[in-house]
């Protein structure tokens, strides 16, 4: 089965730029998808981004939209969420995710494998 690690947040003033990745492991086929979530105490985790494998089909929420870009590298089995002009409202504990597909979707119901999270906080 996926396994999936992430790392890369810490701290980071606002404004600037910070590259998240994902280290999946496990998998057999390039018959699944990897998205990106982003949970704050209190409120519901919701989708980021997402990137289908196989498809190299990507979403991004609203939010993020023209600011964070999702990439695979291949040659070490990285997924990566590349985070720029970062506000105090990227502040969250960030996840990645898996499971079989082909298209990527942005709903969390929908992902078999989860990450333990890595903190971001955006702060001067």
């Known amino acids: 089965q996926l396994q999936l690690v992430e790392s890369g947040g810490g701290l980071v003033q606002p404004g600037g730029s910070v590259r998240l990745s994902c280290a999946v492991s496990g998998f057999t086929s390039d018959y699944y998808y990897i998205g990106w979530f982003r949970q704050v105490p209190g409120k519901e985790r919701e989708g980021v981004s997402c990137i289908g494998v196989g498809s190299g089909s990507a979403n991004y929420a609203d939010s993020v939209k023209d600011r964070f870009t999702i990439s695979i590298d291949n040659a070490d089995s990285m997924v990566y969420l590349q985070m720029n002009s970062l506000k105090a409202e990227d502040t969250a504990v960030y996840y990645c995710?898996?499971?079989?597909?082909?298209?990527?979707?942005?709903?969390?119901?929908?992902?078999?494998?989860w990450g333990q999270g890595t903190q971001v906080t955006v702060s001067t």
């Open positions: 995710a898996a499971r079989p597909g082909w298209w990527c979707g942005l709903s969390l119901g929908d992902y078999d494998y």
